[in-house]
Structures are given as structure tokens and as C-alpha cells.
């Protein structure tokens, strides 16, 4: 039985009594690419989703919160750690929009190593972390499989937004959402580009090349704050001469002019698709 709902699956919280947070003032730098998945409390420039969250329970006890969702699935884990830094609590829960009733699966957190860069008790501001969780996957009591998940966060409040820090994290969260690619190209504007100029111009010089031209050419190409087509990189699909494809690539660049995309109202380089029809 399968049902199209978005639903908490069902955990096992362990408490790790007197297991205790090591503090390392020389954790690895959070601006590292690395094995770690990063969350931090800048958020999703999209859609302002939040992965880290800090709760004090009380005057001695705080709750670390590291959440994620691609749209469909989702995993959240929670430290429940005391004033004299002995972690109380963990817990891994996993959700999903589609799921087996009749197969759910429960997760356990066996082991964990958390260090953190400062005491929280004393001071948020700059406060970073790194962890390694050892989750139990277990169906009808039976263990199916042990999974290691390496976490670490980074907390932004009250930084300086022209911090290289800052926008380095910036960056890397439009990359980690789909936003933008490495080259900081927007794969999802809110606002795509459109032609400007003559589309006929263009159909009769491609017309004009020499050898074989399909009916239909299709690409992916980059269209810059300008409203211009980028040289590099441009990717032509189906197979087509070199020397063919040198020659439509100079003519996209030097016979069209586009509306750029947007983002925020904004002028931005997009990537899209084309496909240009010579019949």
C-alpha cells in the first residue's frame, strides 16, 4: 500500500548519557568543500528555507538543529546537549512524500561524534560544528543496514554580509539548491531570457553555411547580463561538424540579442536550452 502524502517517519531517539561534546578551537574551516554536508543559517536564497536552528530549552539545555529538504525528501537531526556539555539526545528522522505503509522503516542513532568550536553556553555568534553519525536503518525490528552521515554547520548571525565568508557560503547554497551552477551561471531565474532580435536573420545565414545542416539544431547556451551569447560554453546536441558548429556559434553570438534573465529585478547569466528550425 503505497500513499501520496507527506509523512514523519518513525524514529527511535537514543540517549547517549555521558557521552560529551569535544571542544576543538581548530575545527577545519566551514568554507571547505569536503565529505561533511554544510548547513548554516544564511538559507535558501529561493525560498528562504532555513538548516540550522539553535533552541534553548531552558538555562541549561540547548537543542542544535541540522534540517534538510530536497522537495520530495527530507532529513532532520537533532543534539540535545546539557550546560556541562554532555549530549543528552540524538535523534535522525527522514520524510518522504511517497511511502510504504507496509515496510516502514525506523532509524536509530547508535554512535555520534560531535565537536564544536566554543562553548554554546557562552557564546553563539561564530559558533561551528562537525559531526559523524552512525543511524541504524531498521525494518520489523530486524537491522537492515548501518549508515555513517557526516554533518557540519556554521553559524552566520550577526556576520558581515561583505565577509568573504559570507559570500562564499552564499555561493555555495545557490549551487547546493540548483540556483546557479559552479560558474555562478542561474540555472533557475526568476525571470528566463527571451530573443530580441530578428529570429529570420539568423535562419537565413545558417541556411547559407556550406555541408550538412540538420532541420533542427539544438544547444544549451549562455546568455550573459548583456543579453549576449557567451562563446564558451556552448553545447551543441546530435552530432554535428566541428567546423559547423564553429561557424553556428558565431553566428549566435554575432546575430542575436536577448532580453537577459532576471533575478530579484536584477540582469543575470542564465542557461537555457534552444533549438533553431532551418525549414
Keep these: 500500500m503505497r500513499i501520496q502524502i507527506i509523512i514523519l517517519i518513525l524514529i527511535t531517539n537514543f540517549a547517549f548519557g555521558q557521552d560529551k561534546v569535544t571542544i576543538d578551537k581548530n575545527l577545519p574551516k566551514y568554507e571547505i568543500k569536503d565529505e561533511f ?6 538559507g535558501n ?3 528562504d528555507f532555513e538548516s540550522l536552528k539553535f533552541n534553548f530549552k531552558s538555562n541549561s539545555e540547548i537543542e542544535i538543529r541540522n534540517s534538510y529538504t530536497s522537495g520530495f525528501t527530507g532529513n532532520d537531526i537533532k543534539f540535545s546537549i546539557d550546560k556541562h556539555l554532555n549530549i543528552k539526545k540524538v535523534t ?3 520524510w518522504t512524500d511517497v511511502v510504504d505503509l507496509d515496510n516502514l522503516i525506523t532509524y536509530r542513532v547508535k554512535k555520534v561524534n560531535l565537536k564544536l568550536n566554543q562553548n554554546p553556553f557562552d557564546k553563539i555568534n561564530g559558533l561551528r560544528g562537525m559531526y559523524i553519525l552512525e543511524v541504524q536503518h531498521i525494518r520489523n525490528d530486524s537491522l537492515i543496514k548501518t ?3 557526516k554533518g557540519k554547520f556554521k553559524n552566520f548571525k550577526g556576520i558581515n554580509k561583505q565577509s568573504s565568508d559570507y559570500k562564499w557560503t552564499l555561493e555555495q547554497n ?5 540556483i546557479t551552477n559552479e560558474n555562478g551561471v542561474y540555472l533557475k531565474p526568476d525571470k528566463v531570457p527571451s530573443l530580441k532580435s530578428d529570429y529570420k536573420i539568423l535562419v537565413k545565414e545558417i541556411k547559407n553555411i556550406k555541408g550538412y545542416v540538420p532541420s533542427k539544431i539544438k544547444a544549451f547556451v549562455v546568455i550573459n547580463e548583456n543579453g549576449k551569447i557567451e ?3 556552448i553545447r551543441f546536441l546530435g552530432q554535428l561538424d566541428k567546423s559547423i558548429e564553429k561557424q ?3 553566428l549566435l553570438i554575432e546575430l542575436t540579442e536577448w532580453y537577459p534573465a532576471c533575478v530579484n529585478e536584477k540582469e543575470v547569466k542564465s542557461q537555457i536550452p534552444i ?3 532551418t525549414e
Excluded: A, H
Design 147 to 149: 549508515e555513517q552521515i
Design 37 to 42: 554536508n554544510r548547513f548554516d543559517d544564511i
Design 275 to 277: 533549438v533553431i528550425g
Design 45 to 47: 536564497p529561493k525560498n
Design 174 to 178: 545557490k549551487i547546493w539548491y540548483g
Design 92 to 94: 535522525y528522522n527522514y
Design 248 to 250: 553556428i556559434t558565431k
Design 231 to 233: 562563446e564558451k560554453p
